[in-house]
């Protein structure tokens, strides 16, 4: 037994050596407070991590406290949250801040249970916000973190993050020197060492405690998931004109890019002809076909097709010009239809 004690105190020692020399420089970790961490925690869910850094000093400038976020329109989130993708992370980063703002006057809960109190926080991100802003000695488990431990132990049987992992990450974060440093650094340690693929073996300060480095196993650990394959949907878009006017509506408040802005569409589960299309948008104009495109996601391909038609006002749309558009929350798919549209 104190001979495993001290193997995870080594790893924990050259994990917290390793970050403190190498850390990425990131605004968040420059200007560290725990409204600001939770905020790039939300904004890094499944959006790369150059392009949060990118956005995170903007959205920081225009909220930079819970209350100023539960106070506004649910529109400027979305606004803001333009091209990062996932929408609903910002729809539940503003509940979180009403509910921070009415529960725990104005600031970010400290505790783990309490974090998973905020809607669209679970178990990893209450983790990170506990352990990183407020250094609480409590585990984190994503992905890289996932991936490094199996690794580490050499553990071929888990290829998703499990309760195996979840243990084995406690047991490393109860004798750690800070929890602070030793989580961001395991997280920051599976993103630019130990990658899913062609991992950084040679320059890699773990090497001689790895495992599966030991047997040669590190790029068959984990296992990979089985990918389910993509589902495939067909939107028909109409960019309807009035004068030097476009015609918008506003999604429905559920399902994907809920209450977002879009041109006229149709979202369809099978190929539609144009006629269908001025039927179900109940247009009476004449569609002209302008362009098509293929808007990929992680679970779905939708293929769109642009059509636009000239009409008279209609009270069904909100009728904006060009100079209008750039603070609309319309997500970066309905950006590509209003470009079609635009080089026509």
Known sequence: MARKETTKKEITSCIEKWFLKTARVFPWREEDFPWGRIVSEFMAQQTQIDRVAARWPELMSRFPTPESLSSSDEQEILSLWQGLGYYRRAKNLKQSAEVMTQNFAGEVPSEVNELLSLPGVGKYTAGAVASIAFDKRVPIVDTNVHRVLCRLFN?????????????????????????????????????????????????????????????????QIPKPKKSLPRKQEHHYA???????????????????????????????????????????????????????????????????????????????????????????????????????????
Request: hydrophobic letters at 35%; charged letters at 25%; a negative charge.
């Open 155 to 219: 553990n071929s049987n888990e290829p998703i993050p499990s309760k195996w992992t979840w243990d084995m990450a406690e047991e490393l974060v109860k004798v750690c020197r800070s929890p602070k440093i030793f989580n961001e650094g395991l997280m920051e340690f599976g993103a630019v060492i130990c990658t899913p693929k062609s991992p950084e073996c040679n320059g890699c300060p773990m090497q001689s405690k790895c495992e599966a480095y030991g047997k040669g196993l590190q790029n």
């Open 238 to 344: 109409v960019v309807v004109q009035s004068g030097e006017e476009l015609g918008f509506e506003q999604r429905s408040s559920k399902g994907l890019w809920a209450d977002m802005w879009q041109v006229p569409t149709v979202d369809s589960s099978r190929t539609l002809n144009k006629h269908e299309v001025s039927e179900m948008l109940q247009l009476e104009s004449e569609l002209s076909r302008i362009g098509s495109f293929e808007h990929i996601l992680s679970h779905r391909i939708i293929s769109f097709t642009v059509f636009s038609c000239r009409m008279s006002r209609d009270s069904r749309f909100t009728w904006l010009k060009s100079e209008d558009l750039a603070e609309l929350p319309l997500a970066s798919a309905q950006r590509k239809v209003l470009a079609v549209h635009c080089v026509t």
